[in-house]
């Protein structure tokens, strides 16, 4: 079946330094990672779709600049969080497509960020 | 504005009840897909939907994207069916994989 590994599954940082989370598709191809935030007491959040062999299309609020994001090959995606701060906090989830799967988003478990 | 209005925002069951969650659309939508969020953050699959039903279990969905709504069955509700449910929606004409989700409801299930 369709897995998605995604690590670390919880970290901290001090405020202004910068943490990468990795996520790992095992078992089909993930030609588009999409990446959310879920922030405290709120829904999720798109940051970014990554389409292999494709720019990075960020969403409003969110920049190449503070998310910086690598998508190399059909199994694998990263993304920093540049600059933590506070308002960085949350949960956030790597969701990878499966084209053989009539485009179902199959998410990781999910890195919590917490920022000191 | 919101695209995805999802209803209740909380709800509790005792054991052995059904309920149903919905989620209402405000634009046209490809498909829907529904998840359940864990105690530790984990977004499970329950269902992806183009059109039609689909049934898992004591679980059953719908997705009228005439009618711009889809629904959450649960049937005969367990004590680990307790979590918090999001639908997520694909806007037509929008990229793979950009969803927008509901806000959530927060399932409690009582002994």
């Known amino acids: 079946g369709a897995l998605v590994y995604q690590y670390p599954r919880r970290t901290i940082c001090k405020s202004g330094t910068s943490m990468r989370m990795e996520c790992q598709a095992v078992?089909?191809?993930?030609?588009?990672v999409a990446w959310y935030r879920q922030s405290p007491q709120k829904t999720f959040e798109l940051i970014a779709l990554?389409?292999?062999?494709?720019?990075?299309?960020?969403e409003q609020n969110f920049t190449q600049e503070k998310f910086p994001i690598s998508h190399p090959n059909l199994s694998f995606s990263s993304m920093t969080v540049l600059n933590a701060y506070l308002e960085d906090r949350g949960l956030y989830l790597c969701?990878?497509?499966?084209?053989?799967?009539?485009?179902?988003?199959?998410f990781g478990a999910g890195t919590r960020l917490s920022v000191l | 504005g919101d695209q995805v209005e999802q209803s209740p925002s909380a709800l509790s069951l005792h054991e052995g009840t059904s309920s149903a969650l919905r989620c209402n659309f405000t634009?046209?939508?490809?498909?829907v897909q529904w998840f359940r969020q864990n105690s530790r953050g984990s977004l499970i699959n329950l269902f992806y939907?183009?059109?039609g039903t689909k049934e898992n279990g004591r679980l059953k969905s719908a997705f009228d994207s005439k009618e711009l709504y889809s629904t959450l069955h649960i049937r005969d509700a367990q004590l680990e069916d307790s979590g918090t449910y999001f639908c997520?929606?694909?806007?037509?004409?929008?990229?793979?994989?950009?969803?927008?989700f509901g806000a959530g409801t927060q399932l409690i299930v009582i002994p």
């Open positions: 997520a929606a694909e806007a037509r004409g929008s990229a793979l994989g950009r969803l927008h």
């Open positions: 969701g990878a497509r499966d084209l053989a799967g009539k485009n179902t988003l199959y």
């Open positions: 939907l183009a059109s």
């Open positions: 990554s389409t292999v062999n494709s720019a990075i299309k960020y």
């Open positions: 078992g089909f191809q993930a030609t588009s």
């Open positions: 634009t046209t939508t490809r498909s």
